[in-house]
């Protein structure tokens, strides 16, 4: 499976990426490279159509083939995403002309429309989103007023896409529930919003104030991997604050991070990640500073399982 940080940056070169590609073979390419975006915003394995494993309760299935590579058919959704208490129906388009409202709005509540009656759903529990490098303004019209309010089509442009990504490649441990969030609110701008403009600023303002409530509920898990890893790459077993804080601030990743939600990396925030996410112990304090000892995996795993066997027995 390609890899998040390669899928983001194919979003960010998205015209350089696709144009690898003979013409025919673009659209094609877009749909993969949205559904496998997907895939790893959810944190979700990726199948296509040929691959697809009924077995797998969540996951990505983009309705396209692999072997060879050829395009979702033209009757149904271009991905499905089967998320944790709900689903996403995922529509990708390149068409960025007029007539990308007659193309794609239609058809995109229909196979909505469809997916429920054939799966037995709900609406409420179904959100279709319409992927585009450029949402034309007819298009963001027929949105706004479309009057069968259970089939909201989101739109998000590759841009908002790529930020969504990034966001969940810096805190891995994101929930679904953080991004049925963000789409309703997505929902909720264009109806709120007076033009096509003032949609895309909403959207802009929402993204980046969301990203920061993410990333900063996350934070103390994110630094104590990080804390825990830069711990085993100096391969002791009693290590000071200074040393992982050292490391951190080399990382390029937790400066993105932290820059981000506008905090600071501090040795109270290490100490208290390491603790807290029981990845590391602390020696009696004999020291000038506070000094660790990571957790054995085999310690922390078989914690970890009991964990998730409590919590089964109490979900039946």
């Not at 993969?32 to 997907?38: M, N, S």
């Not at 759903?121 to 027929?142: F, G, P």
């Not at 891995?172 to 895309?200: G, M, V, Y």
Request: hydrophobic residues 35%; aromatic residues 8%.
């Amino acid at each position: 499976m390609t890899s998040s940080q390669t899928i983001l940056e194919n979003l960010k070169g998205i015209t350089e990426y696709l144009n690898q590609f003979t013409k025919k073979q673009r659209p094609t390419y877009f749909e993969k490279l949205v559904a496998e975006a997907f895939s790893h915003i959810l944190h979700l394995p990726f199948y296509a159509s040929d691959s697809d494993d009924a077995g797998i309760p969540h996951r990505v299935i983009w309705q396209g083939r692999v072997n060879p590579v050829c395009k979702a058919p033209g009757g149904g959704p271009d991905a499905i995403a089967r998320c944790y208490h709900f689903d996403l129906i995922i529509e990708a388009t390149k068409n960025t002309e007029a007539n990308q409202w007659a193309r794609e709005f239609a058809s995109s509540i229909r196979h909505s429309e469809d997916f429920c009656s054939q799966a037995q759903i709900q609406a409420k529990d179904v959100l279709t989103l319409l992927i585009c490098t450029e949402l034309h303004r007819d298009t963001y019209r027929s949105i706004k007023s479309n009057p069968k309010e259970e089939y909201k089509l989101i739109p998000i442009e590759v841009s908002n896409l790529e930020k969504i990504l990034k966001t969940s490649i810096l805190a891995f441990t994101i929930r679904h529930l953080e991004l049925r969030r963000l789409l309703n609110q997505i929902s909720k701008c264009i109806r709120d919003s007076s033009s096509l403009d003032d949609f895309r600023s909403a959207v802009d303002s929402l993204l980046t104030n969301w990203q920061k409530d993410v990333l900063k509920v996350e934070k103390k898990a994110v630094i104590a991997v990080k804390s825990y890893k830069a711990m085993r790459m100096i391969n002791r077993t009693h290590i000071g604050t200074s040393e992982i804080f050292q490391r951190l601030q080399g990382d390029e990743a937790i400066n993105e991070y932290l820059e981000i939600i506008e905090e600071k990396l501090s040795f109270d925030i290490v100490e208290e990640s390491l603790i807290q996410q029981h990845l590391a112990s602390e020696l009696s304090p004999t020291y000038d500073e506070r000094v660790f000892y990571p957790v054995p995996f085999a310690d922390f795993k078989e914690r970890q399982l009991r964990l998730i066997k409590a919590l089964e027995e109490i979900n039946g």
